[in-house]
């Protein structure tokens, strides 16, 4: 079989060679000419999977190392008994470390501690569910806003979002592109909600670019409007705003769910239905080609949020990525060069830590680190 692969899924290509012809190409030049004799796609976000990619192919299977599903258009999918899988939760871990780097970095510039603030999560998925589970770890308070959980029944203490925006310090988003309906997402950051947002509030967006109308956030910022961001997406990706990424504390090119542990359960998942899917009895559990070296720190002191700032960081410190991105930014395709050779960030669980209070090593377990 042939199985066309966007050529940046280095774990994907590497599982997929045993099962047939890996053909390799960038993900923004996947074309329908391309596709006439192959049987299997393997996509990131950046191809937009639909009718006028597939129409008339041999394609049967998608596989989207992703958590979102807005460049796949799930209904003429369904329609046309293509077999389509994402990777739900493959990145969530990355993604909440990447904001636990990104509010300790705003904590020591500002200096305020994190535990003293309201963290509004605007979205309760994977993503969302996991960073509130650590947030209580850490006795931070917060507040949930997901419209359709709520309504769907689920137990939760739901708020409005208005609520959140009049209450929470820390406004985090974590929803899907959706552009109407009754829970339309598509600029939901607008300029009447930064009208309605008090100053010295964060904004944090790690799901989908258009979710901020960046032009808005710019006039706002530009006005004035005393607020700090931390921006991972961008509309236009991967042209990006340049005015904006000046203007705001943390910019990053679409990597926040970029860490080696989350390539590679992304890449298993993907794998794993494809060999159901062609009732293979083949299924790969264990973290193949994880680097087996650990970092290794020894605690002599007690958990405070200074020390898990200085853990965390010693991981993987955003700032770095901010400073290259904002460095080179306007140099022609450092974007995608940013995102396509973004290979050896790791997650708290590389991270092994000594320490002397039970009580400590409990709560360093909980978040993730070994």
Not at 178 to 199: E, K, N, R
Not at 322 to 338: Q, T, V
């Amino acid at each position: 079989m042939k199985i066309l692969v966007d050529e940046d899924l280095l774990y994907v290509k590497q599982l997929f060679s045993k099962l047939g012809e890996i053909v390799l190409l960038n993900g923004y030049n996947i074309t329908i000419d391309c596709l006439k004799l192959i049987d299997a796609l393997i996509v990131r976000s950046v191809t937009n999977v639909n009718a006028e990619l597939l129409y008339n192919t041999s394609v049967k299977f998608v596989g989207s190392v992703t958590a979102g599903v807005d460049h796949l258009d799930l209904n003429w999918l369904t329609k046309s008994g293509v077999k389509f899988i994402n990777a739900p939760g493959c990145n969530a871990r990355s993604v909440v470390e990447y904001i636990f780097s990104g509010l300790f970095f705003l904590a020591k510039r500002y200096g305020f501690f994190l535990r003293d603030k309201i963290v509004g999560i605007i979205g309760v998925g994977n993503i969302g569910k996991l960073l509130c589970q650590l947030l209580d770890l850490l006795e931070v308070q917060t507040l949930l806003c997901d419209p359709p959980l709520a309504k769907g029944g689920a137990i939760g203490n739901w708020h409005a979002l208005e609520k959140l925006v009049s209450e929470a310090d820390i406004l985090t988003f974590h929803v899907p592109l959706i552009y109407d309906g009754p829970y339309a997402t598509w600029h939901m950051v607008d300029d009447d909600f930064l009208s309605a947002l008090p100053s010295n509030r964060i904004l944090i967006n790690t799901c989908r670019g258009g979710v901020f109308d960046n032009y808005a956030l710019l006039r706002a910022l530009q006005n004035g409007k005393k607020i700090n961001v931390i921006l991972d997406v961008w509309e236009f990706e991967p042209k990006i705003l340049l005015p904006l990424l000046y203007s705001i504390d943390i910019g990053t090119p679409h990597i926040a769910g970029s860490s080696i542990e989350g390539k590679i359960r992304g890449a298993q998942c993907i794998f794993n239905a494809y060999n159901n899917f062609i009732s293979v009895d083949r299924v790969v559990n264990s973290p193949f080609l994880l680097p087996p070296i650990m970092y290794y720190r020894r605690l002599t002191s007690v958990l405070d949020e200074k020390l898990l700032s200085d853990l965390i960081h010693s991981v993987y410190d955003i700032y770095h990525d901010n400073i290259s991105l904002k460095n080179n930014a306007e140099k022609f395709g450092y974007f995608e060069w940013f995102r396509k050779y973004y290979l050896n960030r790791r997650e708290w669980s590389s991270l092994y830590v000594h320490s002397f209070y039970s009580a400590d090593i409990e709560i360093l377990r909980e978040l993730g680190f070994s």
